[in-house]
C-alpha cells in the first residue's frame, strides 16, 4: 500500500469489492479503503445501499486492488464484520463536512429521477444542520473484511508472472504460503 500511495497517481487505495447477491450472482463495484491492519481491511458505505444488504445477507467478500503503474496487484478474500461503533464515528468525524452531508442526502443504490433531486437533498440537509454538527447517520458505518486469502501478483516479462498465495483456515491459524503457476 505505501508503494502504491508513492507510485500511483489517483486513488491508491481505490480497490474492486465483490460481494454476491441473494441469489448467488456476483457483484462488484469500485470503493476507497480506508483502513488496514493485522485484522483486515476497511471500508465505510451506506448499510442500505445494495453492497451493505448484500454484506448482510452473506457475509464474505473478495476484493481486487490493481496498481498498473507497479504492474502489481492484490486479491483478498474472507468475511466481513462491521466496524465498531467508535471506529465509525471516528472515521466519519474526519470526512469533509460537504461528505458528511452527503452521507445524509444520499439513498444510495435507489433510483435517483434527477440531478435536481439529488441537489434538493444536499441543501434539505445544508439547511437542517446549518453550522452544527453533523452525527454520523444510523445507516452508515463500515465493514472490515478478514483475509482468509491473499493473493499477491507481479507482472513478469513473457508472462510468467508471479504469484504468491497466503491462506489460513480461520483468524486464529497461521498463515501457509504457496506459489501458483502464472
Not at 500511495?5 to 465483490?18: G, K, M, T
Not at 480506508?34 to 445477507?57: C, I, M, P, Q, W
Not at 468475511?79 to 471506529?87: G, L, M
Not at 458528511?100 to 444510495?108: D, H, P
Amino acid at each position: 500500500m505505501a508503494e502504491a500511495a508513492r507510485s500511483e497517481p489517483n486513488d491508491p487505495n481505490a480497490v474492486c469489492l465483490a460481494t454476491s447477491t441473494p441469489d448467488g450472482r456476483p457483484s462488484a463495484r469500485m470503493v476507497l479503503l480506508k483502513g488496514v491492519d493485522a485484522r483486515g481491511f476497511v471500508f465505510y458505505t451506506n448499510l442500505e445501499s445494495r453492497k451493505g444488504g448484500e454484506l448482510a445477507a452473506n457475509p464474505h467478500a473478495a476484493m481486487c486492488f490493481h496498481w498498473k503503474t507497479l504492474a502489481r496487484s492484490v486479491r483478498v478474500e474472507g468475511r466481513v464484520e462491521r466496524v465498531s461503533e467508535a471506529e465509525a464515528d471516528a472515521y466519519y468525524a474526519s470526512r469533509a463536512r460537504g461528505s458528511r452531508i452527503g452521507a445524509w442526502a444520499s439513498r444510495q443504490s435507489r433510483p435517483l429521477e434527477g440531478r435536481f433531486a439529488l441537489e434538493k437533498a444536499v441543501a434539505e440537509q445544508t439547511l437542517r444542520f446549518g453550522l452544527g454538527e453533523i452525527p454520523r447517520p444510523p445507516f452508515w458505518s463500515g465493514f472490515r473484511l478478514l483475509p482468509a486469502r491473499i493473493e499477491l501478483w507481479r507482472d513478469m516479462p513473457f508472462r510468467l508472472h508471479e504469484r504468491r498465495v497466503f491462506h489460513r483456515l480461520d483468524d486464529a491459524a497461521g498463515w501457509e504460503v504457496e506459489q501458483l503457476y502464472p
